[in-house]
């Protein structure tokens, strides 16, 4: 059984940055993901980092997001820059014992993860 617990989430104003992060016990292990569910919307994958360091990026934040992972300390992070309104939402890290996906936009599909955090809201409004 493998806990998620994400922190860092918060209120700011539009361009801000937050980074949260998920922590788990022997996170190095898994892939992880890292998702959002906005008001009145489906779970949506937002970015998700391998065990082996491959990394992939829905499209409406690439360049703006950042995942990595620190494996001495056993965390994930997302660093969020330039946020928008519409990147509000409760942000989940997800947990799945693989090194990849063998289709990387596979990622980004919340059924193929097995643990789930609690989630952490991100509100981003002037």
């Known amino acids: 059984q493998v806990q998620l617990v994400e922190s860092g989430g918060g209120s700011v104003r539009p361009g801000g940055s937050l980074k949260l992060s998920c922590a788990a016990s022997r996170l190095e292990h898994y892939a992880v993901g890292w998702f959002r569910q906005g008001p009145g919307k489906e779970r949506e994958g937002v970015s998700c980092?391998?065990?082996?360091?491959?990394?992939y990026y829905t499209e409406s934040v690439k360049g703006r997001f950042i995942i990595s992972r620190d494996n001495d300390k056993d965390l994930v992070y997302l660093q969020m820059n330039n946020l928008k309104p519409e990147d509000t939402g409760v942000y989940f890290c997800?947990?799945?014992?693989?090194?990849?996906?063998?289709?990387?936009?596979?990622?980004?599909?919340?059924?193929?993860?097995?643990?789930w955090g609690q989630g952490t809201q991100v509100t981003v409004s002037s």
């Open positions: 980092a391998g065990s082996d360091g491959r990394t």
């Open positions: 997800a947990a799945d014992i693989r090194p990849f996906f063998a289709v990387p936009t596979k990622c980004l599909l919340p059924t193929e993860y097995d643990y």
